[in-house]
């Protein structure tokens, strides 16, 4: 029976408290209580946060396999409970990225409170060692990406070393600079980049951006100290701003963010691509509904500008030949506007195992969003496409699909509508149903375009 290759270009990890000792610098171990009760604040905020979005008390709608109610998202940190669930739900291979609720980071993340550059830099060391060490020996169907863009690098020699250190240790992928941003750093068509653009070339590691980019160390890590004190304090209706910070996350905050597409046009504007062709870039968890009018107006600012900043071709020109968007949690707004760029440029990321994400309902979900385009073009979202522009081996996952992969029917073959319910669950959680952006944020994109613009020509 022909078995369904899928590959999730989003997914998680998170160092768990109890590593942190082994991982981290013992130049640091002082500061090892305070990051605990910072631990304590955050889970307890994340734990209301998780329960308001995911409707933990409609377990009977979503969980039908208990994967969540028994521990499965434990996965975060424990390979054994990720292979498991990647099985269950007929996962070949997945990507995984840093952060998740059920821990904080090692200083280092916007969700962290803020610590020292130097703190953050020893943390963001540490988690790519625990994650190689953690997820390491299953290469053949977990693929690495190393948060070299979570930290304030000193120089560009630290910075060059621990990417020569994750090449050799096989990463697939690194974070881009700035994922994590701290004051100080040059915009990303400062040509200071240039050394570590070639290296990711020289070792053909792809660039990942995604969902935070840009977000400052202890950006988010203040929203939630507050909204700690005052679960503390047991003040004010705590659900209520559990669910304004749930409306920031999707509108705006961070799924929506900008600020990951003005990381990538900073590239684009300023030539990175023209200078290191063969560079990579995966977006990823920023959704895919803006990328036909943020194309649009980025061809036509280049219009206007060209041969006073550093491109040499259209911003859309660079995407079609060095970009992917994942689109993790798809939504059936996203597979409407599937050609808006090229369907061939899109890929799946479940998000494992967030909250927002397809995971424990990944076939189901797929199915609903996929089942009614053509079969090529949904193979290739759920699988192909990223196989082909990441350099994966398929041969072998496809062999590890015909083990654990779910069948074609379960996809295309006939079944019953999924449960009005379902859907609705779908759509609380990650906005499965939601419009479009359509040219909505085109002035807020035009506000930061004037201001690249006119520093790229100074760059230039």
Known sequence: MEKLTIVSVDAHAQMPPQAWPKYLDKRYHDQLPQLLEENRSYTQITGHFHKRLHNTHLLEVFDLDHAMSDGGGFGAWDLKLRLQEMDREGIAGE???SGDSRASGLFYQSSNWTHTMELCQAGV????????????P????LFLISNIGAA????MDELLAELDWSAEKGFKATSVPGYVAYPGQPPLFDKYWDPFWARCQEHDITLWMHAGQGEGQGELGAIFQRLGARIDEEQGDVGEA???????FFKGKIFSSIKPRRAMWQMMMGGVFDRFPRLRLMLSEIYGDWLGPTFKYLDEQFELNKGSIPAKHK?????????MNGLSFIRRCEVDLRHDLGVELLAFGRDYPHGEGTWPNTIPWLRDALHDIPKDEAIGIMGGNAMRFLKLDKAKLDAIAQRIGPSMDAIFGEHPPLP???????DNRAQYLGQPERETRIPEIDRAMKEDLWRAKVFA
């Not at 559990?242 to 920031?248: F, H, M, P, Q």
């Not at 009005?420 to 779908?426: G, K, R, S, T, V």
């Open 95 to 97: 990507f995984i990225h």
């Open 125 to 136: 060391k540490g988690y790519n060692r625990w994650l190689f060490d953690e997820f390491g």
């Open 138 to 141: 299953a290469a053949d169907r």
């Open 152 to 155: 304030p690098w000193r120089d």
């Open 242 to 248: 559990i669910d304004r910070l749930r409306s920031e």
């Open 315 to 323: 911003p859309s020109e660079y995407y079609k030949s060095n970009c």
């Open 420 to 426: 009005e319910d379902l859907i609705a669950h779908f």
